[in-house]
C-alpha cells in the first residue's frame, strides 16, 4: 500500500462529508481546500501541500485532522521540530487515533525526535477519554429488546 493513500483517503473522506458548520462559502472553501491539498500531497509538493495544510488549520473546525496532516507533511519535507509541533497541536485539538500516528509511515523519521512520545501519549489520552465517554453514554442509554 502506498504511504500516501491513508492521508488521501481522509482527505477525500472529509471532501465529501457534510458540511461543516458555518457559511456556505466557508464549506465550499474547505472542500477546495482539502481537494487542493490532497493533490499537492500526492504530487509530493510539499512546500504547496504545508501551504495549503496552513491554511485548513486556520479554518478547518476539524482542527485535530488537519494539525496531523501537516504534522505528517512536515516530516515528509524534513522539518522535524516542525513536524513534532504540528503532531502536538492535533493532540491538544482532540486528536484521538493513536493507531494512525504510530503506524503512519509519514511519521518515521519524527518517532525519535523530542516531544513525539509526549505528543503520542497525549493522543492516546485522548482515544481513552473517547472510550470512556461512550462507555459512559452506553451505560445511561435504555435498551430495548
Known sequence: MSRFLPVVLVCIVLAVAGSPPGSAETAAELRGLRGEFA????????????ALGTRLAEVDPRGDLSAFNLA??????????AAVRWLRASAEAGFARPRIVTADADLDAIRHEPGYAEAVALIEHNRMREFDAFKAAFEQASIRV
Open 39 to 50: 493533490a499537492a500531497y500526492a504530487a509530493e509538493d510539499w512546500p504547496q501541500a504545508i
Open 72 to 81: 505528517c507533511v512536515h516530516s515528509l519535507a524534513g522539518d522535524h521540530e
